[in-house]
């Protein structure tokens, strides 16, 4: 079966599954446009591309049996199915190309276990509501999207890369991060297959096209209360130079250093208070027992403390830094100024402060400067890049893009909606193999896996040894 759907048909098929299955939660109102959605408009490409797409309908399960139903049917039909969490996602990931049914996983939200350094929910959860509960024992996860709150770990897991915690931990897919997937085929029988490490990690940021995720077991960071601060400083060196020496400082617990080079801080209103017209900001979480030594390398770098709140006052505000860093930073500088767009990158360790020198002073106040500190994959300290782009014509985007891989900077394109156009890079069969075994008739969130359309050559390849295959468990 290819990737094309006649859309009359799917239409039908949907109205006798949602009329088949009246048990199950189905929406088939207006909010079905609100449900086809995610953040895809930050780009101005992809608006351009996946603006009206929409689902026939969604449906919002509780429990196995119900998601296994659903599925089922769909399955039986011929229906594509779209996966969705809470549908932040920022690029069309969960917009669905040929309609079809969103299967919403937010109501599959069971906390299954915690033991020490390692948690399993269900892949609905919320990233605030597992921390809520795990928090009690002394654990939370260790890094969540700065859209914790209402973003699902299934969510993260199939669209996302990191976050807030990333600095200790790096991206959700360096070993160790991700422990085991329960997952379920796409079939009219739906089979379960428990995936350990490293086969977990096969379906992880794929948008959801060659599995359902049912449930996630993760490693866990010991929970702090964690100190919220702002330090600016008046020239952008010291301030990168601070966010370098703080997220790589081994004697200070933390969980978030972000680097706003100016003009950026004066795009964030609400913060005015705790902010310097015209400087540069890091935004940072230490843990509170920790304050003594930011404050000692802030003093170093001759930078100035405007806020700071404790774990305590954080929560009776509900206001966190954290909303203001990741791509929250993008969300509210758009808010403030229609021509902004943004690129996401990875500079290379090591020489990661001397790339971003490098490309400010090249790209001056064409590129704002927005840096997170993490470790690698492998490990070791970098930042990766939520770049602002005053935006002019795609050509020029893709020019600034170049001009940053010219400078050894990888790119995570944020313009593009096929799996292997982004962060993945090119084909990799492995993940067209996963498909092939949880979704062989390619109805998982169709139209976004290049790779698919290449299985039978890369299937050809393998069984002359040309590629070699990871071998995955029977069902
Ligand atoms: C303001 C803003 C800030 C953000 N900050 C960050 C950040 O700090 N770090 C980061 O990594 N991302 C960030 N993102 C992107 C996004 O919020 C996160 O990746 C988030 O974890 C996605 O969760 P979700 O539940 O909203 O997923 P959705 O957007 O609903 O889905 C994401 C993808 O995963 C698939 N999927 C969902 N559930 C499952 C499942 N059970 N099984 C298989 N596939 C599934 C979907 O089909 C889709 O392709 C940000 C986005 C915005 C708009």
Not at 258 to 279: C, E, F, N, V, Y
Not at 327 to 333: E, I, K
Request: hydrophobic share 45%.
């Amino acid at each position: 079966m290819n990737n094309t759907f006649d859309s009359s048909v799917v239409a039908r098929c949907t109205a006798q599954i949602v009329a088949d299955l009246p048990a199950l939660e189905w929406i088939t109102d207006a909010r079905v446009d609100r449900l086809s959605q995610d953040f895809y408009w930050f780009s101005p490409v992809l608006k351009r591309e996946l603006t009206g797409l929409r689902a026939h309908a969604v449906v919002r399960p509780k429990t196995e049996a119900e998601i296994a139903a659903a599925v089922g049917a769909c399955a039986s039909a011929g229906v594509p199915i779209t996966l969705r969490g809470s549908g932040t996602g920022n690029y069309g990931q969960c917009i669905p190309l040929h309609g079809g049914v969103i299967l919403d996983m937010s109501a599959y939200n069971q906390m299954l276990w915690v033991k020490p350094g390692v948690g399993r929910a269900q892949a609905g959860i919320r990233m605030g509501e597992f921390d809520r509960l795990s928090q009690p024992d002394g654990w939370e996860l260790r890094c969540v999207p700065s859209t914790f709150r209402s973003a699902t770990l299934g969510g993260l897991y199939g669209g996302g890369f990191g976050g807030i915690g990333s600095v200790n931990h790096g991206p959700l897919a360096a070993t160790g991060n991700v422990l085991g997937v329960r997952a379920m085929s796409i079939e009219p029988v739906p089979r379960v297959l428990e995936l350990r490490a490293p086969e977990a990690l096969l379906l992880h940021h794929v948008y959801g096209t060659n599995g359902l995720v049912l449930e996630l077991e993760v490693g866990l960071a010991p929970a702090h209360p964690w100190l919220e601060a702002v330090v600016c400083f008046e020239a952008f060196d010291a301030a990168i130079e601070f966010a370098d020496a703080l997220a790589a400082a081994p004697g200070i617990v933390k969980k978030c250093v972000t680097l706003l080079a100016a003009p950026i801080p004066d795009l964030l209103p609400q913060l005015a208070t705790s902010l310097r017209p015209g400087q540069h900001a890091v935004f940072v979480l230490v843990a509170e027992f920790c304050e003594p030594g930011l404050v000692q390398l802030a003093g170093e770098f001759v930078g100035s403390i405007t806020h700071r709140q404790t774990a305590a006052e954080v929560a009776q505000s509900k206001r966190t830094l954290v909303e203001f860093t990741w791509n929250h930073t993008t969300l509210h500088a758009m808010k403030i100024d229609k021509s902004l767009t943004y690129i996401q990158s990875g500079f290379a360790a090591g020489p990661h402060v001397s790339q971003a020198k490098a490309l400010r002073k090249m790209l001056g106040d064409e590129v704002l400067v927005h840096l997170e500190f993490i470790r690698s994959k492998e490990g070791a300290p970098t930042c990766s890049g939520l770049q602002l782009v005053r935006y002019t014509s795609e050509t020029r985007l893709n020019e600034i893009m170049q001009i940053h891989r010219d400078h050894g900077v990888f790119i995570a394109n944020p313009h593009v909606f096929h799996v292997e156009d982004g962060k993945q890079g090119e084909v990799n069969p492995d993940v067209v193999a996963t498909k092939q075994r949880f979704d062989p008739a390619g109805l998982l969130n169709p139209g976004k896996l290049r790779g698919w359309d290449q299985r039978e050559a890369l299937a050809a390849r393998a069984a002359s040894g040309d590629v070699s295959l990871r071998t995955l468990p029977k069902f």
